[in-house]
């Protein structure tokens, strides 16, 4: 069976373009940071802010309570640590202030 | 605004018009600030005069937007660098290799073209990843399985072409040995395929890998002479079962035959699975479970007398040690070696195994993991995902801030020399590269450095040169680096890959008959690309007007 995927892969695009009129800050952070920073042992972000700041809180991004959106958007851009920085044909920057809102929790 | 070097402002600025009308204001990117996003993340020269840094991006869609791009360079004489995800962490990420160059950057370039079920392939642009390729395939119910490097977010396309490795069967972990037929385009603009694939209207360009006549796919690996715009790749059958096992031997000397029949029994295909050599005596783990080690699940633990021991031997060996290490029923190296196929058909390749290896006095045998299909993706924790078909990013662990290492470097610079894949060459290569490493103050050797096992018949000897905020410690360590390599030739071993800062000391290895190599890579380069727009200086391919004038 050769199955002609090409439909379903541009289906793919539109959720992620940087045309986007309204990205959806959730779907950016489960492709961009969430391979890193989801809960768990084998997210070496989530154990890299575990270490750093060690308490209540297990290391988890989206549960980072003190984060502001601009931090977000400096991070993204700058990298830090070991984290590179992200271009804008990764994540655009109407992504990125979907990202910010969504993190940071403002609407 | 950077301008490359020999372009006037005038021609710039008409090339970056051009490229707009191409592809759009949105995707040509000439700012600083979205030029910086185009740097090397972990460059050992951040913020040195010498750091390899791009004028301009810009960002195509397709095929014929490349072809485009390129012809504008061609007309204006603007110097291109090609990245694909632009990842590439430890080799040089998504910065040129000749600073003020344009980077055409293909992340937009993210079509998975065509799943084949039945021929187990693929044909993908270079902007996929292996998340994206990972995440399709599930999604469309596909029982292929692909094979990824450590981090998930690389292109499919660009980590062959850079001839990257993976973690499953020997035959696709080769990532560019598993490609089958490229698109490319060529420095004049114009569009090549290669393999069946030249063939108009070829029903196997996917099947066959290379055509009739020289197969040129090579030259677009690790080289400057076109762009690849789409590639297709043979994948692996879901297999149905996977049975991980261990091979311990006890003394120092039996890594020799340890090695040895393993060599026979992938080159035989009764291993099947990624090999992984480990020593519990000298606390070191398998390559593919370096992390799981360093997450504190599964570290090798030691006393007091034996660590004395330790501090105390001489490249991982001492009689004493080694005689500690039989009375505690601690081996001196351990193979885990996996498999891949039906419940019988593993179950006898490893009996088989078994009976070669048991040719070692003292070889003990044992079942780590035996796991039906699909994948139970509520226990992937448990395993090194990519052994099992699954990307991830967890091996940034290794470099990232945790309980083991609270003071985490800034990146890193992989020094991957290829070795023979004998016993004898680890000790050797542990022997030089660890008295070398001493002398030069590079922080790379703890005890043993064990190889890994991403080819057939030849071992990497990979080995993380760590990248600082100290501009000083960082000038050191490339010094430093650069005689590595210089001292690998001497023994004849060269790197595979390396970021573009250290190409011209590894390719200056492979000079056999005055360079003869390299003289053919330079009359390609002439013939190919006479202006010399496309990626000048990777991999140490210069045009002829900037030859011997490398930043």
Redesign the interface.
């Known amino acids: 069976?050769?199955?002609?995927?090409?439909l379903?892969?541009?289906a793919?695009?539109p959720t992620m373009a940087?045309?986007a009129a309204s990205p959806d800050g959730a779907a950016v952070y489960d492709?961009w940071c969430a391979?890193?920073h989801a809960p768990?042992?084998?997210?070496?972000?989530t154990?890299?802010l575990k270490?750093?700041y060690p308490g209540e809180w297990q290391g988890v991004l989206r549960d980072w309570k003190e984060l502001t959106p601009d931090y977000v958007r400096l991070t993204v851009?700058q990298?830090i640590?070991?984290?590179?920085?992200?271009?804008?044909?990764?994540i655009s920057d109407a992504e990125l202030d979907a990202l910010a809102r969504y993190i940071a929790r403002k609407p | 605004m950077r301008i490359p070097t020999g372009v006037s402002a005038a021609d710039f600025s008409a090339a970056l018009t051009a490229f707009t009308r191409v592809v759009g204001a949105e995707w040509v990117f000439t700012s600083d600030a979205d030029v910086d996003l185009y740097r090397d993340a972990y460059s050992p020269l951040a913020g040195q005069p010498d750091e390899r840094r791009a004028s301009a991006a810009v960002a195509p869609a397709n095929a014929e937007q490349v072809q485009a791009v390129v012809r504008i360079a061609n007309q204006y004489r603007i110097p291109l660098y090609a990245i694909s995800t632009g990842k590439n962490l430890g080799y040089g990420g998504s910065a040129p290799a000749y600073t003020g160059s344009v980077v055409v950057d293909l992340k937009r370039m993210n079509r998975i073209i065509e799943v084949d079920e039945a021929n187990a392939s693929v044909l993908v642009e270079p902007g996929v990843s292996y998340f994206d390729l990972y995440n399709h395939l599930r999604a469309i119910g596909s029982k292929l399985w692909i094979d990824c490097p450590d981090p998930g977010w690389g292109s499919v396309v660009g980590n062959a072409i850079d001839r990257g490795g993976g973690y499953t069967m020997a035959n696709y972990r080769n990532h560019f040995e598993s490609h089958c037929g490229m698109e490319v385009v060529l420095p004049d603009g114009e569009l090549l395929r290669t393999g069946m694939g030249a063939i108009p209207g070829s029903k196997t360009w996917q099947q066959y890998k290379s055509g009739c006549g020289p197969w040129v796919d090579g030259l677009f690996s690790q080289g400057n002479y076109g762009i690849v715009t789409k590639m297709g790749f043979w994948l692996m059958p879901e297999p149905e079962a996977f049975l991980r096992c261990t091979v311990r031997v006890p003394r120092y000397k039996d890594l020799i035959p340890l090695v040895d029949t393993l060599n026979y029994l992938e080159n035989s295909r009764i291993v099947t699975g990624f090999p992984d050599l480990a020593t519990p005596l000298l606390g070191y783990p398998p390559t593919g479970q370096v992390q799981l080690y360093i997450e504190g699940t599964a570290a090798y633990p030691m006393t007091d007398e034996h660590k004395a021991l330790l501090a105390k031997a001489d490249q991982g060996y001492s009689p004493e040690l080694e005689a500690y290490g039989l009375a505690h029923d601690i081996p001196y190296w351990e193979l885990w070696v996996s498999y891949y196929g039906p419940p019988e058909v593993i179950d006898a390749q490893w009996q088989a195994s078994q009976r070669r290896f048991a040719k070692i006095a003292g070889a003990q045998f044992k079942v780590i993991d035996r796991l039906t299909m699909p994948v139970d993706l509520t226990k992937i924790d448990d395993y090194h995902e990519p052994e099992l078909g699954v990307p991830s990013l967890r091996a940034f662990s290794i470099g990232a801030r945790t309980p083991y290492n609270p003071s985490p470097s800034k990146g890193h610079m992989w020094f991957s020399p290829i070795i023979p894949r004998t016993g004898e060459a680890i000790f050797e290569a542990n022997r030089v590269f660890s008295a070398a490493a001493k002398e030069l103050g590079m922080p790379l050797f703890q005890t043993f450095s064990m190889p890994a096992c991403f080819w057939e018949r030849s071992f990497i000897f990979i080995l993380a040169t760590p990248v600082t905020t100290d501009p000083a410690t960082n000038r050191k360590y490339l010094a430093g680096f650069k005689k590595l390599i210089e001292i690998g030739g001497q023994h004849g071993w060269g790197e595979y890959r390396t970021a573009p800062v250290f190409q011209e000391s590894v390719m200056d290895v492979y000079s056999f008959n005055n360079h003869a190599l390299h003289r053919f890579h330079e009359t390609l380069k002439d013939a190919i690309d006479p202006k010399g727009i496309l990626s000048p200086g990777r991999y140490d391919i210069w045009p002829r007007h900037l030859r011997k004038k490398a930043p």
């Open positions: 069976m050769r199955q002609s995927v090409l379903l892969a541009m793919i695009v940087a045309s492709k391979p890193c768990g042992i084998s997210h070496p972000g154990q890299a270490a750093k851009r990298g640590s070991v984290m590179p920085h992200f271009r804008k044909t990764e």
